[in-house]
């Protein structure tokens, strides 16, 4: 991997269970700052469930390794907390939430992130002038704002409401499970275009990104790709590997 630059993340043998069953099997990951990484593999081979376990999800237990994010011992924050220090996780199914509007949901998203770094909170005035700037960089129309968060919204919107919220919030490292499933050819490629300015504005975030389908990195170029099965990494390679397994498939890669 590349010396020159800061890890963020290190995951280090992580083993999890859910309800006793073993889904994460030895994950061993290193991120560094200014690098994307894509996640590919078979259904159900435990590409979301790394997702939680990093973002905190209380439903998956942790019952060995480590996760050391930005120098801490990420396992011991608690998931908002993980969030503050600069993790975001974009669910492959985003949550509604009924009687709590987007406007008002980023906004105790975007302070509670002020607070945690000890910087003034904004009130709605002050808010409605930043997010006015990022719905239009991400072609947001100015309704989204007062509708309930995610509640109605097609699957394209969800995905959009996501990237609204990483593009806000300023992490340093963003997970994004299947950003790019059920988006129209235009979706996927404005979500794309968000993706990489960020990442070319400031050459220390890193990305996380969950997928299915090559077509997403027709976009976005990864540093590594990564193949999982059955909780395992079987296979780590450059942005060519996604080529060999459009063609190929997984099977070839499984024991
Ligand atoms: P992927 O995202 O790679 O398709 P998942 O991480 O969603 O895979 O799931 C991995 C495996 O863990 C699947 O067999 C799934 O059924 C199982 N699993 C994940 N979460 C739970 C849960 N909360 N309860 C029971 N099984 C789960
Ligand atoms: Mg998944």
């Known amino acids: 991997m590349n010396k020159n630059k800061p890890n963020i993340l290190k995951i280090t043998n992580l083993f999890a269970t859910v309800d006793d069953i073993a889904i994460l099997n030895g994950i061993n990951l290193e991120i560094n700052q200014g690098e994307i990484h894509v996640l590919m593999g078979p259904n159900g081979s435990g590409k979301s469930t790394l997702s939680k376990v990093v973002a905190g999800h209380p439903a998956y237990k942790i019952t060995n390794g480590e996760i050391i994010f930005k120098k801490k011992n990420l396992l011991e924050l608690e998931p908002e907390e993980r969030s503050n220090f600069g993790l975001f996780l974009a669910f492959q199914y985003p949550l509604e939430i009924t009687g709590v509007t987007n406007e008002e949901f980023l906004r105790a998203a975007y302070n509670s992130k002020q607070k945690y770094l000890n910087l003034p909170e904004v009130d709605p005035i002050e808010f409605f002038e930043i997010i006015t700037k990022k719905l239009i960089d991400i072609k947001i129309?100015?309704?989204?704002?007062?509708?309930?968060?995610n509640e109605g919204f097609?699957?394209?919107?969800?995905?959009?409401?996501?990237?609204?919220?990483?593009?806000?919030l300023d992490s340093?490292?963003?997970?994004?499970?299947?950003?790019?499933?059920g988006l129209d050819i235009d979706a996927l490629k404005l979500i794309s275009q968000t993706i990489n300015n960020i990442i070319s504005k400031n050459t220390n975030k890193s990305l996380l990104i969950v997928t299915h389908y090559q077509r997403l990195l027709d976009y976005i170029r990864p540093t590594f790709i990564h193949v999982m099965d059955k909780g395992k990494i079987i296979k780590t390679g450059n942005?060519?590997?996604a080529n060999e397994l459009e063609k190929k498939g997984y099977d070839w890669l499984k024991k």
């Open 172 to 181: 340093d490292l963003a997970i994004l499970d299947e950003i790019d499933s």
């Open 239 to 241: 942005w060519k590997l």
């Open 141 to 149: 129309d100015i309704s989204f704002l007062s509708r309930n968060v």
């Open 154 to 168: 097609s699957g394209g919107e969800k995905k959009r409401n996501e990237i609204l919220q990483l593009a806000l």
